[in-house]
């Protein structure tokens, strides 16, 4: 009797379960929110080339060392 009182927890928490997850699926977005197309579409041109927006720290941060370079030549 309580192997088949165990049996029938197990079938209805996975039921449960399986419930929460489809309606877990059904409240997501089908489109993608307007902040991430928004950041995808941020990217700049230079020279005619795309630049990724995450990498664009990286860029500043060279160009700030080149400057200072070229600072320290001029002295």
Same mark, same amino acid.
């Given at each position: ?10 079938? %209805?928490? $996975?039921?449960? @379960? ?9 409240? #997501?977005?089908? !489109? ?13 041109? %230079?020279? $005619?080339?795309? @630049? ?9 941060? #060279?160009?700030? !060392? ?10």
């Amino acid at each position: 009797m309580n192997v088949n009182r165990a049996k029938a927890n197990v079938y %209805l928490i $996975g039921l449960f @379960l399986f419930c929460q997850q489809a309606i877990a699926s059904d409240s #997501q977005p089908d !489109q993608p929110e307007m902040e991430l197309l928004e950041f995808l579409g941020s990217g700049e041109m %230079l020279d $005619g080339e795309w @630049l990724d927006p995450l990498s664009m720290a990286d860029l500043e941060q #060279q160009d700030l !060392q080149a400057k200072q370079q070229e600072e320290r030549d001029n002295e």
